[in-house]
């Protein structure tokens, strides 16, 4: 019963993963909308599609809360631009991300899975819709980052700002890190019709000079995902309820969009908020 609990307490992340169904492509280009590598911006996120799996130009990207369109406590950066040249996606099917793991904090020294004043990260997609990160939990809902142009490119922005346990705007110095997984899905549908990218991480800058700013972002790239295919197949799931308890996973994928739990492991409560 249990296996059965946690397999179906994951079956929303796995179906965002994969999928048999890849659309077909429309290969009508619109030279207005075409890109190569020349025009990408540098800084931004630049997904690509080969097959069926989304890769990616870097899986830590670096920015500040406080840019001059967004104020102290906001920004948009870093952007989503697909590198067409590298691969293109399927024209009319919208880019999203889903949210993995829980907010973290650089406290001067370490990354820590605590905040000191109840911020979160909120993300508001190309609807409208909030997506949040806290370091208690993490919106279920996947965002939405805008549709694939005819040429099978994007180029998008979407808002990033932080919040206090007194629901304003406002952060306490340091900085923060979330992580996401580009997948694609068809318009209208949560189902992705490719191989999400690995967990890409976004740490903010929220106060601290350049120096700091670079230690805390260089210790990012060691944290550990919440969840990780690795090249052999085993999904390692740290985190997932299943009877109101908190259960480590391991399952092997075995193709056709299914999974074989291999091992669970139940979290102490102690550790439930690490």
Do not use: C
């Amino acid at each position: 019963m249990l296996k059965r609990v946690i397999i179906s307490s994951i079956t929303l992340v796995i179906s965002l993963f994969f999928s048999l169904a890849v659309a077909e492509e429309n290969h009508d280009h619109d030279d207005h909308h075409h890109r190569d590598e020349n025009h990408l911006h540098e800084n931004d996120i630049q997904p690509w599609r080969i097959g069926a799996e989304i890769f990616v130009n870097s899986n830590l990207f670096e920015t500040d809360f406080g840019d001059l369109r967004g104020g102290p406590y906001a920004t948009n950066n870093p952007g989503v631009d697909i590198n067409v040249a590298k691969g293109a996606f399927t024209p009319g099917n919208w880019l999203r991300f889903q949210p993995v793991g829980r907010l973290h904090f650089w406290n001067g020294s370490e990354w820590i899975p605590h905040v000191p004043d109840g911020e979160r990260i909120e993300v508001i997609d190309a609807r409208g819709n909030i997506i949040e990160f806290g370091a208690d939990d993490v919106s279920d809902i996947p965002a939405i980052i805008g549709q694939i142009d005819s040429s099978g490119g994007l180029h998008e922005h979407i808002d990033f700002s932080i919040l206090n346990a007194s629901n304003a705007q406002g952060g306490s110095t340091g900085a923060y890190r979330i992580q996401l997984r580009l997948f694609e899905s068809q318009p209208n549908s949560d189902v992705s019709v490719s191989i999400a990218t690995s967990p890409i991480a976004i740490v903010f800058n929220r106060g601290l000079e350049h120096e700091g700013f670079e230690k805390a972002a260089s210790a990012a790239a060691d944290l550990d995902e919440n969840s990780v295919l690795a090249d052999n197949g085993i999904l390692n799931i740290q985190r997932v309820k299943a009877f109101g308890k908190y259960y480590k996973a391991k399952l092997n994928f075995i193709g056709n969009n299914q999974f074989q739990l291999i091992a669970a492991e139940e979290i102490p409560e102690t550790e439930h908020n690490r």
